[in-house]
């Protein structure tokens, strides 16, 4: 009798929960759970592992393992879409025994259309197929059991306990918008998604009985930010069977440099749990943990639960398409006047790079040729910027000045060549938006203090020409430059 009741708890709970998708504590962690079209957003590839055990009673719980893995641009010669492909595993087990085990494994793909002002739409499919089912090799029943022996398996258990097992297929689908500014922080996102589109059988024993889809909204908005912390609101509506899910909370992140910062992440499933959560990232790893905290006497399926997760996320080496230029040779620089060392720069506040307006047409990016001829570069200056910033220091505006100052003495007409760098921290694309922005901050320089827009040229490299390792911070400070060239024919 007390298998019988195990069991038909245990088909309940199966219908009412394991039949629709849930979510993880750790959304961050298992994006894909929540939307397909999530995939690539960042432009990093990962690979993420989440544990989660919760307990529904005293003597049953529920232990859950999800591994997400992602690689993005996957078309490297296409500069406003983006392809990602995900993989999504689930295991699954439930009971004390662990008699109910559900296995899922699924294939996501997206496409990003990269827009103006940091804004990306994805969108997104997926499918996946899951293997579900009781399985009662463990259970034992006082038939079986001896005295002073305990349990003994190889005795009939006394009860007509038959395998129950289920296998099909999943179609998902969904779109995502985000607006990041130019560090990579978050402005905004919004999302939709839809689970189980396919509506796939959900019974046991008949076929007419199938899937409701699952709809899933997700919103957040930045609403504060400076140099060291940031406040992100976030909202989760599901929409099941059982009707609405929401889930409200608020990211406080706290910075402190660009390879570390701690985030504090609590949510609220109104009317069930309090989920505290908190997040690391040290370099390209990144740690959390969270704690389900029943605060409802409605929550009466879940006793607590907590997960762990870790992740690693990795940049992906830009390939670009090589072009074919005309035949040209550059001598040697033999600058007049040259910064041979790097100094000390003091970490800037990290607020967002305001569009600089083009002020002549001849400041617009041009292709990469200098013209006919050879070209001889007469002099060279390099200047120097901090971590995520295009403010100009004041050693470095002097290094300017003087170099005006030569160019009106000597009375010679140079084109001025200006080449933004980054290092290799961020996104691809937004280095490359940064590494222009920190050139045009150089050309305007030289178009107040009287030089003529037609002898400025600016390119924005990005992080594509390294001078040292980024592998460290004085080397990703050598990459942080703007070099300014003097060049004749």
Do not use: C
Request: overall charge positive; cysteine-free; hydrophobic content about 40%.
């Amino acid at each position: 009798m007390r298998l019988v009741l195990i069991t038909a708890l245990l088909f309940t709970f199966s219908i009412y929960t394991n039949a629709q998708q849930f979510n993880f504590s750790l959304i961050d962690f298992t994006e894909q759970r929540v939307n397909p079209a999530w995939l690539g957003m960042d432009g990093f590839w990962g690979a993420s592992l989440v544990q989660r055990q919760q307990n529904r009673a005293a003597d049953f719980r529920i232990s859950s393992t999800s591994f997400q893995a992602v690689y993005p641009q996957l078309f490297p010669f296409w500069e406003r879409i983006k392809g990602a492909l995900g993989v999504n595993l689930l295991n699954d087990v439930s009971g004390q025994t662990n008699t109910f085990k559900v296995q899922e494994a699924g294939l996501n793909y997206s496409l990003r259309i990269i827009g103006a002002k940091g804004q990306s739409l994805g969108l997104g499919v997926g499918v996946s197929n899951q293997n579900r089912g009781f399985d009662y090799a463990g259970v034992t029943t006082n038939m079986q059991y001896v005295t002073g022996r305990g349990f003994d398996l190889s005795i009939g258990s006394g009860e007509n306990l038959i395998s129950t097992k289920q296998n099909f297929n999943r179609v998902n689908a969904g779109i995502f918008w985000q607006q990041v500014n130019d560090f990579g922080r978050k402005l905004g996102h919004f999302g939709f998604s839809v689970f189980d589109i396919n509506r796939p059988v959900d019974s046991f024993y008949s076929d007419a009985v199938k899937f409701d889809p699952t709809y899933m909204l997700t919103a957040g908005l930045s609403i504060y930010e400076n140099r060291d912390w940031s406040v992100y609101p976030e909202l989760l509506i599901v929409h099941q069977v059982g009707g609405f899910i929401y889930n409200a909370g608020v990211s406080t992140t706290y910075t402190f440099d660009a390879e570390q910062s701690l985030a504090f992440k609590p949510r609220y499933l109104i009317g069930k749990d309090l989920i505290l959560a908190a997040e690391f990232r040290k370099n390209h790893f990144v740690f959390g943990v969270a704690y389900d905290v029943p605060v409802s006497a409605n929550a009466i399926n879940n006793q607590g639960a907590i997960e762990f997760g870790i992740k690693y996320i990795g940049k992906v080496k830009e390939r670009r398409r090589k072009k074919r230029r005309g035949a040209r040779s550059i001598a040697p620089a033999v600058p007049n006047r040259a910064v041979t060392s790097v100094p000390a720069i003091e970490q800037a506040p990290m607020t967002t790079i305001q569009q600089l307006p083009i002020k002549a047409k001849g400041l617009k990016p041009v292709p990469d040729k200098f013209g006919k001829g050879a070209a001889v570069v007469e002099s060279e200056l390099t200047i120097y910027f901090a971590t995520n910033q295009t403010k100009l220091l004041t050693n470095f505006r002097q290094e300017l000045e003087a170099l005006v100052e030569d160019i009106s003495l000597e009375g010679k007409k140079y084109l001025i060549v200006v080449e933004g760098h980054t290092d290799s921290t961020g996104p691809y694309d937004l280095n490359q938006r940064l590494s222009l922005k920190r050139a045009q901050i150089i050309a305007n320089f030289l178009l107040e203090a009287g030089i003529s827009p037609d002898l400025i040229k600016v390119y924005g490299r990005g992080e594509s020409l390294p001078l040292s390792e980024n592998s460290s911070a004085a080397g990703r400070a050598i990459n942080r430059r703007v070099e300014v060239r003097l060049v004749t024919y």
